[in-house]
């Protein structure tokens, strides 16, 4: 039984430009969670995903979107990247129709600004 | 007040040394996570818990509900255990939200 799987696992990104990243969540699991983790802080809470809907926002700009597909596997992108954009990206899977029991994290994206 | 608190933020011991590290939170709970951080690193996960202890290993982990309080520990540490630990908690409720702790710092020593 796969856990959560993200891609890719490190990139490196000229600012201004702009990245996707991929989650893929745990089987059995219908909502994603992505977080961001700036060197030497605790993650913190982006977007969550639902039924191919955002449900909840943390405090970051637009430049931050996401996607929910059919499949449950979802995508971040962020436009117009900037320097401070530099972070790991979390992405942790859990199920809201069974229970709310068990959050799976992945091992994250490392995307380096430049 | 941070509903996540974890102590020590930085720990320095000796190869060998038995190891704790500490979480309390402030708010009603599902599970409670410890995560595995290594520098430059990605996330791994090292135990969920609703009740009671588990053990892995070298690490156990337990935690008391009514304390709002969870310890990991770790048993003859090892330099390869230098590493971020991070504690973080499910809500609960109808959105499940997660919350991490800032986490703390393990430096072992050979």
């Known amino acids: 039984d796969a856990g959560v799987t993200q891609s890719p696992t490190h990139l490196i990104k000229t600012r201004g430009q702009q990245v996707t990243l991929r989650c893929s969540p745990k089987?059995?699991?219908?909502?994603v969670s992505w977080y961001q983790q700036a060197l030497g802080q605790g993650p913190q809470f982006i977007f969550q995903?639902?039924?191919?809907?955002?449900?909840q926002r943390g405090n970051f700009p637009d430049r931050f979107s996401g996607h929910q597909f059919p499949n449950y596997s979802s995508e971040l992108n962020v436009n117009a990247l900037l320097l401070g954009d530099s972070a790991l990206y979390l992405c942790a899977s859990s199920s809201l129709t069974a229970n709310h029991y068990g959050y799976t994290f992945g091992s994250g994206t490392r995307l380096t600004v430049v | 007040k941070n509903e996540v608190e974890q102590s020590p933020q930085n720990l320095t011991a000796q190869e060998g040394e038995f190891i704790t590290i500490n979480c309390s939170y402030s708010?009603?709970?599902?599970?409670l996570h410890w995560l595995q951080q290594h520098p430059g690193g990605g996330i791994v996960s090292l135990f969920m818990l609703s009740s009671g202890k588990k053990k892995h290993g070298r690490l156990i982990a337990t935690i008391n509900i009514q304390e709002k309080h969870s310890s990991l520990h770790i048993t003859a540490s090892h330099p390869r255990d230098s590493a971020v630990y991070i504690c973080?908690?499910?809500?609960?409720?109808?959105?499940?939200?997660?919350?991490f702790g800032t986490g703390t710092l393990l430096a072992v020593q050979p």
């Open positions: 708010v009603g709970i599902s599970a």
């Open positions: 089987s059995g699991h219908d909502t």
């Open positions: 973080a908690v499910e809500k609960g409720g109808a959105t499940n939200k997660l919350i």
């Open positions: 995903y639902y039924e191919e809907e955002e449900r």
